[in-house]
């Protein structure tokens, strides 16, 4: 799995293999899609980040990435035939549905009033192998946490590339500070440039004048 990031760079995985990089990417699309001019996971690489946190500061999620993606995938192959990147959007969007559960609230509350305590995808008892299930909850609740993450984290940690999910929000980023003008309640502040960490450090050899901060400008 190769990616590039906003300067041209290659990006390479450190802790998952391309096969999980993709499992992983394809959780996270059905999660936070993308397409029809909607930033999704797979535009903003958090797949990336992911990887990235989990061989770092979360490294203590490491097996619930390992195990997990092995049990989804032999979930998805004894009840389809084929792994989870080999389903269809829509069967994917059941499999995210059956362990992390309907999209809205409203829609969770109208499934368990209609009865339907098992997904479409099948229930476990219809395996031939009991199924880890609270393994495969804990996974998704776990890459739809990161996959948040990713989508607004800084830029130099692998996800939110090229400020993608910055700019669906209307934040600007990191500054060195902010003016009283800019401070002020309405000030739209869609209006400053996006800055990321790397901006900040490009600029350390002539950062702004703390004055322009501190005094607004005035003398």
């Not at 990435?65 to 192959?77: P, V, W």
Request: net charge negative; charged share 30%.
């Amino acid at each position: 799995m190769e990616s590039r990031d906003a300067e041209g760079h290659s990006v390479a995985l450190i802790f998952f293999n391309d096969f999980e990089a993709r499992t992983v990417e394809a959780i996270a699309e059905r999660i936070i899609p993308g397409g029809d001019g909607d930033i999704g996971a797979t535009d903003a690489g958090v797949v990336y980040y992911i990887d990235r946190a989990v061989a770092g500061f979360s490294v203590s999620l490491q097996k619930v990435y390992r195990l997990g993606l092995r049990e989804l995938e032999a979930f998805c192959r004894r009840k389809s035939g084929k792994s989870f990147i080999g389903l269809s959007g829509e069967r994917q969007d059941e499999v995210v549905r059956r362990f992390l559960g309907p999209e809205s609230r409203d829609a969770a509350a109208a499934h368990r009033s209609a009865g339907k305590d098992d997904h479409d995808f099948g229930s476990e008892h219809e395996t031939g192998r009991a199924l880890d299930k609270t393994l495969l909850e804990r996974l998704f609740a776990v890459v739809r946490e990161h996959a948040i993450e990713g989508l607004f984290c800084d830029p130099v940690y692998g996800g939110n590339r090229n400020a993608v999910g910055w700019r669906l929000v209307g934040f600007p980023g990191v500054h060195w500070g902010y003016t009283a003008e800019q401070m002020k309640e309405g000030y739209d502040g869609r209006q400053l440039p996006i800055r990321t960490l790397d901006d900040l450090r490009r600029e350390l050899k002539s950062p702004p004048d703390n004055a322009v901060f501190t005094s607004n400008g005035r003398e």
